[in-house]
């Protein structure tokens, strides 16, 4: 650790970042990262194509692993000196594996990457700054290119566009006789009285809604408020009286009886999508990101249809809707194959060829031309999606900042504390207020 000291609360902090005490690697042997710096590569485009073995890894669902399969076989036929390990893996160990693999020192070269954790890996050392990697194509990517930079190091190119909202079944809304709301003028007492139709219609068949309780919920319960979870400047951005409130509703929903039960919750945030609520027909309404979409009708086989969140004013224009990658591209600071990690990279970015494969189950494509390919091949779901992202459109005024260091797993933190709430543990004030008592400390422990 020649470069960078850890103190004893810097390292009690990276404990609870969910990255583990283990991330200190950025100033210590890492040889291709300088201490909390990233690390930059001038890896020439012609490089992209020698020689070279890289680990590639991805958190994933039966449809992303297919089509990610077949696209590096294209690749590796057609660039036969590069040899990709390919290694998916799920959500709820993607990231513990990780952390373990950089500490190593065998973090994988090309690197599947979420928003929450960009200032994780990338502020500390455990990311490229891609920006001079020659061997990808920024061009038709710069409008995307801002949502994975950090301090003007660009740690994360977006895998597409994104939105969070929520899939109707009409399937199982028709079996019960109930209308699909009107998505853009409903409220939260709308929803909870669709849950209950929804439940009751169905004798206990399937229930009204799954829920996340998850940071991007809160997120859009936020700036229905006029709040947000950050600032640019990355300082916390909400009061506890509206987190207190959020809880206040999630209460309300859970002892009314129309949605999981509380076990069935803590069940259903883990579970794979598959293994859902919404994925196995036991719900009629499931929050979901618009790219997952297409996974869930391959589950479910439901009709299915994608609802704005219902908003505190009825209103479309203020439910708090944003565009939010659905992933990132980045390669681990330890590579010694820059070069060729970007251009394994490139292709899924820039080629039409693996576009035709994974078409917007990653996102929609920001690259117009490869959204042009795209578009005429969508499944009727993929379509759903693509129109729901071109209907948000002109209701959209705001793009969340970075997260901030230290915040990776707020999403756990949030539906901990929910937890909280619906098995009577604590009340919506006292929640609220240890909520944000323990995000703020998770700042201030990794800055």
């Known amino acids: 650790m020649s470069q960078q000291q850890i103190s004893r609360r ?119 700054d891609m920006s001079k990697v020659a061997s990808i194509d920024f061009t038709p990517l710069k409008s995307s290119l801002a949502a994975g930079t950090l301090n003007g190091k660009l740690y994360g190119i977006p895998t597409g566009n994104n939105a969070y909202g929520i899939a109707a079944n009409k399937t199982l809304f028709d079996k019960v006789g109930v209308k699909v709301p009107d998505d853009k003028t409903w409220t939260w007492d709308d929803y909870l009285d669709i849950c209950a139709k929804l439940k009751s219609g169905s004798n206990g068949a399937f229930t009204g809604s799954t829920w996340q309780s998850s940071d991007q919920d809160l997120q859009i319960w936020l700036h229905q408020h006029g709040e947000q979870l950050y600032t640019d400047k990355g300082k916390l951005g909400f009061s506890t009286s509206n987190v207190a409130s959020w809880f206040t509703m999630i209460k309300k929903f859970f002892d009314a009886g129309d949605g999981p039960t509380p076990d069935q919750f803590t069940n259903d945030v883990n579970a794979s999508l598959q293994q859902t609520l919404f994925g196995t027909n036991k719900a009629a309404l499931g929050w979901t990101w618009s790219n997952q979409v297409t996974a869930y009708q391959q589950s479910n086989g439901g009709d299915l249809v994608l609802l704005r969140p219902p908003s505190i004013a009825g209103s479309a224009s203020k439910n708090g809707l944003y565009y939010k990658p659905s992933m990132f591209w980045s390669i681990g600071s330890q590579t010694k194959a820059a070069a060729q990690a970007g251009g394994i990279i490139n292709y899924f970015l820039n080629s039409t060829d693996a576009a035709k494969l994974q078409l917007a189950e990653r996102g929609v494509p920001a690259n117009a031309k490869v959204l042009a390919v795209v578009k005429p091949l969508l499944s009727p779901t993929d379509q759903l999606a693509v129109k729901y992202l071109e209907d948000i459109k002109s209701e959209i005024k705001w793009v969340p900042p970075v997260p901030p260091k230290g915040t990776s797993t707020v999403a756990t933190v949030a539906q901990r504390h929910s937890q909280d709430v619906i098995f009577g543990r604590a009340t919506p004030a006292a929640a609220a207020s240890a909520f944000k008592t323990e995000i703020q400390g998770l700042i201030d422990s990794a800055s």
């Open 10 to 128: 810097q390292f009690g902090a990276l404990a609870l970042t969910g990255i583990g005490t283990t991330l200190l690697l950025a100033g210590c042997g890492t040889s291709a990262t300088p201490a909390g710096g990233g690390a930059t590569s001038t890896a020439a485009a012609g490089d992209a194509f020698k020689k070279a073995t890289l680990n590639f890894e991805w958190w994933t669902n039966p449809v992303r692993t297919e089509y990610t399969n077949k696209i590096l076989q294209q690749y590796t036929t057609a660039h036969p000196k590069v040899t990709i390990n390919a290694a998916p893996g799920q959500w709820a160990t993607y990231w513990t594996k990780l952390s373990t693999q950089v500490a190593g020192q065998t973090e994988p070269d090309v690197i599947q990457m979420d928003q929450a954790y960009i200032a994780e890996y990338g502020g500390r050392g455990a990311l490229l």
